[in-house]
């Protein structure tokens, strides 16, 4: 696993943001990890976050101005994960790149529209910045705001945690947006990563007890797609 990886899985314990125990999930679902990216709260945590996002894209990318133009955060979520990105591919990797987020309501006066941020054009590519996915409701949106502006092309996304769970399809959402509109899906980590670190005691110095095991190998089992 790339020492990223096991650096976020950790800042994502010390955050509050990974928890294990019982959770019941929006899908009614019963399950013994939960992620909540909502307790990111403070400016250091920010800061480390985009970093984060900054590494796994350079590490999936490589030379970022040959695959996107510009980050696009979807509000309300994406829009500080775009600025906290941009900021870390310029302190960090020296790569200077726009971003552009949406409002929830078009503004009718001033410059007017729902883009924030990077005036977009014709042809240009995006990579979307975004926190999780699951039914892939935010996804379809973005297309058809970013579309709205143009020939737009939109092939990748970024996310922090794809938990890999099967939708109503039988198919993870991240499969579901690929084959719906050809947009790639990357994420920081997977579950299977973080059961991995968890399972193996390396993070924070935390080990699944056999019992917590056992309940996360047969939600696994039933549930995802690894």
């Known amino acids: 696993m790339e020492d990223y990886k096991q650096k976020f ?15 019941t999930l929006k899908s009614g679902r019963k399950s013994p990890y939960f992620v909540n ?11 480390k976050l985009g970093e984060f996002y900054a590494d796994a894209i350079v590490e999936h990318f490589g030379d970022l101005k040959n ?3 510009f980050l696009y955060g979807p509000a309300y979520k994406g829009i500080p994960l775009a600025v906290a990105t941009a900021i870390a591919l310029h302190n960090k990797y020296n ?14 006066h001033g410059e007017g ?23 892939g409701t935010s996804a379809r949106e973005s297309v058809a705001i970013l579309k709205s502006y143009g020939d737009i092309t939109v092939n990748n996304m970024i996310i922090s945690v794809d938990r ?3 939708g109503q399809s039988g198919k993870t959402a991240s499969q579901e947006i690929k084959e719906e509109f050809g947009i790639n899906v990357i994420s920081i980590v997977s579950i299977a990563d973080i059961l991995d670190a968890l ?12 019992d917590m095991k056992k309940r996360v ?9 690894l």
């Open 199 to 210: 399972e193996s005691g390396a993070i924070s110095g935390m080990a699944l007890d056999t």
């Open 113 to 135: 529209g729902s883009i924030v941020g990077h005036a977009l054009k014709e042809g240009e590519r995006t990579l979307i910045i975004e926190d999780v996915i699951s039914a």
């Open 37 to 47: 990216t909502g307790n990111y709260k403070t400016g250091m945590q920010a800061a």
């Open 9 to 23: 899985i950790n800042f994502m314990l010390e955050c509050g943001v990974l928890k294990l125990g019982e959770f």
């Open 67 to 69: 695959h996107f133009d």
């Open 164 to 166: 890999k769970e099967k």
């Open 95 to 108: 790569v200077d790149i726009p971003y552009a987020f949406n409002r929830k309501e078009a503004k009718d």
């Open 217 to 225: 190998k047969n939600y696994m089992d039933e549930y995802c797609l």
